[in-house]
């Protein structure tokens, strides 16, 4: 099954040891920080541990809550603007500090005290001066300039947090008391970390506006690695830097997690956010206002924070803090804090000069983390010197990698912008040393078994482990086992193989493939180019192509209704597999496919010059394929099976044509087949996303029996798939001209979280909706030429495959999702040809979905 987080989980858990991390004992103070004389809240202020860096921050109320070790400490809040203010705090009870500040009249000699009059967006200055800000957005933007280039820094690191003394001092730890010794306080809050992941690069970064282009060459790449037989540190760190995505303030979007934020200043902000004048810098030239934002609904996927507007007639960002609502319905995520600072360019234009990101996930709000922080920054920052043109060919947008290598440690405390601090410099030993200790190791091989499905000897590797038993109608009980070979065996050189075997129909069945690497890579990681030779004897549902699952997956032996139809198949397919740097792919190959009916399926045919019917007991046909794909800007994520794409906004164009060739290698038929397909992500913003796929197919040829024809995708088992008519039975549709829309709308809480329960239960809803139109031909209808192999029939007599006739299919759904962070249920409804035998009007259908 499709899972982002499979082996993103194996990196970052595996020192957690499958045991949970309890918190430190502390005291929680709280209390509401306000305005001395006008008694309004002050939102986002700061509180301080003093002589530490614990800190914490109030929220638009003017609340906060920092959590305090020891019996005493001494608590400093401040605001800017402000005086600041310093209590002492002894421990005992439940504590509450409610403070007050006072205007600091030496710094600031405008504040606009905001009242409790009802907000509004006319005649608000405040909303006048952030449509100054988009106004002038053009102007701020890099792509302002003709050219621009800079050498830009970036490090993501990843740490436990939130440690306590007790967890740290388990015997099961006694071996790694070495991690535990440079534990320091950082990062979000404070709070204890133990550093568990690190990358840097260290790239040089050009920019063209016309045409539009940019080319990032790295220079260097430096990343802490774990052992590759169980965790992919390439595929690791494509994760990563999704989740930790470059933030663009004047983007009208900003992906956070996989979902996406609208800005505080996209072009319809005022609409959703309320803003507020809190502050008139003067200390600063050019001046500066400070803009509290927050969002009109604190449920929304919208931020809140700050930004400082220069007042120079440019109204560009000078500084920018974004954070989000503790009520919003995000999952796994505690804490949540991005700042953006900018400094001021020749012109007098603000240029990005740094931007951090910092985001802590947890199962829940107390006990042990995960945080994690990308910092990018940038310097030798030019604009319109012009750059060649041989920069930048090939795709608008790519990364490419220098031929020079820095790894070593002279370099890169040379070349890092900013050094890394005393937990960071530790983390590089520490891997090569937790990664020789034997506990460890195991610990790392189990949990890879368990997420990944595989069990691995070095050179090659057991499983999938979801596979080794399955049932079915046809086979009773299935055992499988297989296994495939590593790049440790071989980094050109790939095999893989299978065997199974089912106790009712004592059949053996079995797989081998072998794969060639035509670039001395792996045949699983961008950019493909390998050949691969296969021989597959096994059973298969006519019409069933999954995708990231095993057809003989045990969770979908379980299935509604009769579905006794399968195929006994002996296929020899030979592949030749090409991509290239602008994401652009084609397939080549040959396939010999004979396949034999099995279980209630016949093929079953009338013979004029016998007055009969002839059994056929196979169908043996030979298949040429072609498949182009082009996914602009595409990106993956890299499992143990499956290499994942990461879904963006850009369209994804599959067009595929088999050609049957009668005469060779036993053909017995002739036809060429076309499909298109265009599938997108629609990003809308706080109202969620939506994938929506647009697929034709045209077959040409004639007399051409219904198992070669398009027989429509469906689904029996109890399962929600994605990509089938989950009320639809095996083969009960069958086309040789087809179009098809299939559209799934996430609206990511929107509506929920305006309902109390359904808000504090974070649920999510999602709607579907499926159509499917065809037709078969008169020439290709066994209906009307009793010479092609007859549709299937039910136990009784009863038709159980039809055609469309023009007539269309409708589905939809309406579900829950995210039940426990980690289940979808849909209500699923069948809008017509309900007349057919079994066919069912509704049904429940649930799906394992982890998301952010």
Not at 184 to 201: H, V, W
Not at 288 to 294: C, N
Not at 468 to 490: A, D, H, I, K, M
Request: net charge positive; glycine share 6%.
């Amino acid at each position: 099954m499709k899972d982002l987080y499979q082996t993103a989980l194996t990196g970052l858990l595996m020192l957690c040891l499958n045991i949970s991390i309890t918190s430190a004992q502390t005291t929680i103070v709280t209390g509401v920080m306000t305005d001395s004389l006008s008694r309004e809240t002050l939102p986002f202020g700061s509180v301080l541990i003093v002589g530490t860096t614990t800190g914490a921050l109030a929220d638009d109320d003017g609340k906060f809550s920092i959590r305090v070790e020891g019996k005493q400490a001494k608590i400093r809040f401040e605001y800017i603007g402000y005086k600041t203010v310093e209590k002492t705090f002894t421990a005992g009870g439940n504590p509450v500090m409610n403070v007050k500040l006072a205007v600091n009249t030496a710094l600031l000699k405008e504040v606009t005290v905001l009242g409790k009059s009802r907000y509004k967006n006319r005649n608000n200055p405040a909303v006048e001066l952030i449509r100054q800000v988009i106004d002038h957005k053009k102007e701020n933007q890099p792509n302002a300039y003709d050219f621009v280039q800079y050498e830009q820094y970036e490090k993501v690191s990843f740490a436990l947090s939130n440690l306590s003394q007790n967890f740290k001092e388990r015997r099961m730890f006694r071996n790694y008391q070495f991690l535990f010794q440079q534990q320091d306080s950082a990062t979000i809050g404070g709070k204890n970390i133990l550093p568990a992941y690190l990358q840097e690069k260290i790239s040089q970064v050009y920019l063209r506006k016309n045409p539009s282009s940019k080319k990032q060459l790295i220079l260097a790449e430096n990343r802490a690695e774990y052992d590759p037989r169980f965790v992919d540190n390439e595929g690791l760190s494509t994760y990563f830097n999704r989740l930790y995505e470059d933030i663009d303030i004047y983007a009208n979007n900003i992906s956070i997690v996989t979902n996406q934020f609208l800005s505080p200043v996209a072009s319809n902000a005022p609409t959703f956010y309320k803003f507020f004048i809190r502050d008139t810098i003067k200390t600063n030239q050019p001046w500066l206002i400070e803009l509290g934002f927050v969002p009109r609904n604190k449920t929304d996927l919208l931020f809140e924070g700050k930004l400082f507007i220069t007042l120079d007639g440019h109204y560009g960002v000078q500084h920018a803090y974004l954070t989000v609502n503790k009520s919003i319905n995000l999952n796994f995520m505690r804490d949540l804090e991005a700042k953006l600072e900018f400094e001021r360019n020749s012109d007098g234009r603000y240029r990005q000069a740094k931007r951090t990101l910092a985001m802590e996930f947890a199962l829940g709000e107390k006990g042990g983390g995960l945080v994690g922080q990308r910092v990018v920054t940038f310097k030798n920052y030019q604009t319109n010197l012009p750059v060649s043109d041989t920069v930048f060919k090939g795709p608008s947008e790519t990364v490419v990698y220098s031929t020079i290598d820095h790894k070593n440690n002279a370099y890169w405390d040379k070349a890092r912008h900013i050094p890394l601090d005393r937990n960071e410099k530790e983390i590089y030993h520490n891997v090569d040393t937790l990664q020789s200790i034997s506990s460890f190791r195991r610990t790392l091989d189990i949990t890879t078994l368990l997420l990944a499905g595989y069990k691995s000897f070095g050179p090659v590797e057991l499983g999938p482990v979801n596979t080794f038993y399955s049932f079915n109608p046809v086979e009773g009980f299935r055992l499988r086992v297989g296994g495939r070979t590593t790049p440790q065996f071989n980094k050109r050189m790939y095999f893989e193989t299978y065997g199974a075997y089912g106790f009712k129909d004592r059949k053996w069945k079995y797989f081998v493939s072998g794969s060639y690497s035509l670039n001395n890579k792996s045949i699983y990681h961008f950019p493909l180019h390998y050949l691969r030779f296969s021989y597959q004897r096994d059973t298969k549902i006519p019409g069933q192509e999954l995708q990231f699952v095993q057809e003989d997956n045990f969770l979908l032996s379980f299935k509604r209704g009769n579905n006794d139809r399968w195929l006994y198949n002996d296929i020899y397919k030979f592949e030749y597999v090409r991509e290239f740097q602008t994401k652009f792919s084609f397939k080549a190959g040959l396939t010999q496919w004979k396949q034999q009916p099995a279980g209630s399926l016949v093929y079953e045919y009338t013979d004029a010059s016998v007055d009969g019917k002839i059994r056929d007991r196979f169908l043996n046909n030979t298949e040429a394929t072609l498949e182009l794909r082009y996914a602009p800007k595409e990106q993956y994520y890299q499992g143990k099976v499956y290499r994942i794409p990461i879904p963006n906004k850009y369209p994804v164009f599959t067009l595929r044509y088999n050609a049957g060739i009668k005469g060779v290698f036993n053909g017995e038929h002739s036809y060429h087949n076309f499909t298109g397909n265009i599938a997108r992500r629609f990003f809308l913003s706080q109202f969620g996303y939506a994938d929506v796929t647009l697929e034709g197919g045209y077959i040409a040829g004639r007399k051409i029996p219904f198992p070669l024809l398009t027989i429509h995708r469906a689904n029996q088992t109890y399962a929600y798939q994605l990509n089938s008519y989950n009320l639809m039975n095996f083969l009960e549709f069958v086309s040789d001209r087809y179009a098809s829309v299939n559209a799934e709308y996430y609206l990511n809480g929107f509506l929920f979280n305006k309902i109390p329960l359904f808000k504090k239960l974070k649920l999510r809803e999602v709607v579907s909706f499926k159509g499917l139109i065809g037709n078969l031909r008169e020439h290709n209808n066994p209906d009307i030429n009793p010479s092609l192999y007859q549709f299937a029939v039910n136990p009784d007599g009863s038709q159980a495959t039809y055609t469309l006739n023009n007539k269309p299919y409708f589905e939809g759904s309406v579900g829950i999702a995210n039940i426990f962070k980690i289940f979808r249920v849909d209500l699923v409804k069948r809008f017509n040809y309900l007349d057919h035998p079994d066919a069912t009007e509704w049904g429940i259908r649930t799906r394992f979905k982890l998301d952010f």
